[in-house]
């Protein structure tokens, strides 16, 4: 029997199965930290981008806190707001997920928000 016929369907079925991704995202830094804008007046004092890969992740849960762990220490901004989490999956984790047939579960995860500070009166 010819195994090159089954590789063409199995390499589709893996991709396929790749860009299902299912997260759970949460926040439980020292420092507010919300989705959408405040409904007092902040002063935002920078906007940053977090990128950070992920092996090895059985749980699918992204704690948003320790990731920006070492910019909230940096900063010190009074809240975090504005905050987006985009979870994907690139051609090395797709390549590192095949290889490991799942067992690895590589993923990046990209965060964008903004750090503010109250206004002084």
């Not at 926040?27 to 959408?36: D, E, F, Q, R």
């Not at 699918?60 to 979870?87: G, H, M, Q, Y």
Request: charged share 25%.
């Amino acid at each position: 029997m010819n195994r090159n016929k089954f590789v063409l369907p199995f390499l589709i079925v893996a991709i396929l199965l790749q860009s299902c991704t299912i997260a759970r995202i949460s926040g439980k830094a020292a420092v507010p930290m919300l989705y959408n804008q405040p409904t007092e007046k902040v002063e935002i004092v920078e906007h940053i981008t977090v990128k950070k890969n992920v092996n090895f992740d059985w749980t699918s849960t992204f704690e948003i806190s320790e990731i920006l762990a070492d910019e909230i220490a940096e900063k010190k901004p009074d809240a975090v707001i504005n905050t987006s989490v985009k979870v994907t999956t690139s051609v090395d984790n797709f390549f590192l997920n095949l290889v490991t047939l799942g067992m690895a579960w590589s993923r990046k995860i990209v965060i964008e928000a903004d750090f503010v500070k109250e206004p002084k009166n």
